[in-house]
């Protein structure tokens, strides 16, 4: 087992395949951002998949594929295949955008992706490409085609942000019953460059709860797999909705996860700076014992908790960069 000097429990990587992305959200990467890495700079599959075998050696049961947008990375059902066939991985998931799920849900599914989890701030095409730079009915097909292909559950992400996307709070609910997607809302966090939409527009979700409970019977529930959100369902209906609330009530305490940046650094917390580069040495061929050393090494960096609000400014880089 992977135990930090907390004694928290490491079982769950969120892997960055990407840092690009075909979407600009106004609370992630700034209008007109292009400074990328050089996909030279990032780990290759065989790296990337080695890496996980080395976590999965020490203790690793999770793995979260992530970027940027993954799906703009070639050939990934290559790599989902070599990860799914890691001894000790019980689940790999997918976070997507959904723009290009549409031409590739099923072959997804196949290489031994178990479940999605689909971001969606708005069902309003205007103010979808108002907040994303991108098409809504691209997305929307992406996720009808994750619903055929079998992928269940289907866990619609919707950052909710004040003055931009509340009033769609109730829509979105019942999207969702409609579809028999989960739900989740998230709190904006300070990452990247505050005074964006991720600081001026921050709600606090305990108010969404309170003006969904205007409409809607909520009662206490629990969602296998959940991490840190906390459930409640809909009376009458399959509807889990999930609350992630990283700035108004914390879950530091059970942080059970690090992330690997698509150029090879384990970022230990999304609120610190706190990093461990693993490329230089992977390229100089080290062993496989030494690379477990070396991740040992990162955990052992891992912060109690995030900083978000006491130093807001404290992220410099974005959310695409680390691995949302
Ligand atoms: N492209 C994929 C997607 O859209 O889900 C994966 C990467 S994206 C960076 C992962 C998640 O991070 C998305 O749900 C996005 O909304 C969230 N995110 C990005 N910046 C954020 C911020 N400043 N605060 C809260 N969530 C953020």
Redesign the pocket.
């Known amino acids: 087992m992977l135990r930090d000097t907390f004694g928290r429990s490491i079982e769950y990587v969120r892997l960055s395949v990407t840092d690009r992305?075909d979407?600009r959200?106004s609370?992630?990467l700034p209008k007109g951002f292009k400074d990328f890495q050089e996909p030279a700079e990032w780990l290759s599959y065989a790296e990337l998949t080695r890496v996980m075998q080395a976590f999965a050696a020490l203790g690793t049961r999770r793995i979260r594929i992530?970027?940027?947008?993954?799906l703009t990375r070639q050939h990934l059902p290559e790599l989902i295949r070599d990860l799914a066939a890691i001894p000790g991985i019980e689940d790999l998931s997918l976070?997507?955008?959904a723009t290009r799920l549409a031409k590739t849900a099923q072959e997804l599914q196949q290489a031994g992706v178990s479940r999605i989890?689909?971001?969606l701030?708005s069902l309003q095409p205007a103010r979808f490409a108002q907040i994303t730079g991108g098409k809504l009915d691209k997305v929307l097909a992406g996720l009808m085609a994750a619903k055929a292909a079998g992928f269940a559950p289907i866990k619609i992400?919707m950052?909710v942000m004040r003055e931009v996307n509340t009033d769609e709070v109730v829509d979105m609910v019942n999207f969702c019953i409609e579809h028999d997607f989960t739900l989740r809302f998230?709190?904006?966090?300070?990452?990247?460059n505050p005074g964006r939409d991720?600081t001026d527009h921050y709600v606090d979700l305990r108010d969404i709860k309170t003006q969904l409970e205007t409409h809607f019977d909520l009662i206490p529930g629990v969602m296998p797999g959940g991490g840190p959100a906390r459930y409640v369902r809909v009376a009458g209906t399959e509807l889990r909705i999930g609350f992630i609330t990283p700035m108004s009530q914390h879950f530091c305490d059970t942080c059970n996860r690090v992330r690997l940046s698509a150029d090879g650094n384990i970022y230990l917390c999304l609120g610190q700076n706190a990093v461990y580069p693993l490329r230089e040495h992977l390229r100089r061929g080290i062993s496989d014992t030494e690379l477990q050393q070396h991740i040992l090494q990162a955990i052992a960096l891992k912060p109690a908790r995030h900083e978000f609000n006491e130093h807001p400014a404290h992220i410099v880089r974005f959310?695409?960069q680390t691995?949302?």
Request: charged share 10%; aromatic share 4%.
């Open positions: 992305c979407l959200c609370y992630c992530t970027g940027g947008e993954p976070s997507t955008n989890n689909v971001s701030d992400n950052v998230i709190e904006t966090m300070p990452i990247g991720a959310m695409a691995g949302g």
